[in-house]
């Protein structure tokens, strides 16, 4: 009864740092994606994918790269921190037909940049 | 470009008052999805309801009711006699149906806080 777990939960980072959020999901989805959270802004798109070996960009993708090299995992990967890139991090994933099914989101990764 | 508006920055109310949150979308689909979420303070995000845009029935679900009205691509979500468990910052999204997948736009949400 896992659906979407997110690892970490919370991080602080120094500038210029490297680190991988993890998205592991146990529903057999097709589809996954990183969305991230700032104040009045709502969620944004920062990558997704729409099955295992595949990623496309979305709205915010700068400063992010991501890979899906097993069906049930998506990471996102910060390559060199920024302050900027403070935020709330959430997975989501659902399958291949939104027909009859719902998107589910991870409880959200809290990522501090300092 | 799709594009969801929350008007509403912030709500203020005392319990056991009706609100209504409104949410104005824009698309070029003629096919698509329209999601409510609420985000409460602990920070996860509970869907609520989605609607298919060929379906303009408006719905109740104990005392929420959401009205979908395409004509004026609006699809607003009424709490009826609100409880202080309500607050919480509330999400309307959308996606598109067309490509190959469904890639969510979302409102900047609207912060309700309910007094008692």
């Known amino acids: 009864n896992a659906g979407v777990t997110q690892t970490p939960k919370f991080r602080v980072l120094k500038t210029g740092q490297s680190m991988t959020l993890l998205c592991a999901q146990d529903m057999n989805h097709e589809y996954m994606y990183w969305y991230r959270q700032d104040p009045g802004m709502g969620l944004r798109l920062i990558h997704y994918?729409?099955?295992?070996?595949?990623?496309a960009k979305g709205e915010v993708p700068d400063g992010y790269n991501v890979s899906r090299l097993k069906k049930q995992n998506f990471l996102l990967g910060l390559e060199s921190a920024a302050p900027s890139q403070t935020s709330v991090y959430f997975c989501a994933s659902h399958r291949q037909s939104l027909s009859g099914n719902t998107i589910y989101f991870g409880e959200g990764s809290w990522l501090t940049v300092v | 470009a799709q594009k969801v508006t929350q008007a509403q920055t912030e709500i203020s109310v005392v319990e056991k008052e009706d609100v209504t949150l409104d949410c104005v979308y824009e698309?070029?689909?003629?096919?698509?999805?329209l999601f409510w979420y609420k985000q409460p303070p602990s920070g996860e995000l509970v869907f609520l309801i989605r609607?298919?845009?060929?379906?303009?029935q408006n719905e109740i679900s104990g005392r929420y009711s959401w009205n979908f009205q395409k004509s004026t691509s609006s699809f607003n979500f009424t709490i009826t006699a609100s409880q202080v468990v309500d607050s919480a910052v509330y999400f309307c999204?959308?996606?598109?149906?067309?490509?190959?997948?469904?890639?969510?736009?979302f409102g900047k949400g609207t912060l309700l806080t309910v007094n008692p």
């Open positions: 994918s729409v099955g295992e070996g595949t990623t």
């Open positions: 999204a959308l996606s598109e149906l067309g490509g190959s997948n469904y890639k969510l736009t």
């Open positions: 698309t070029r689909d003629t096919t698509y999805y």
């Open positions: 609607r298919n845009s060929f379906d303009e």
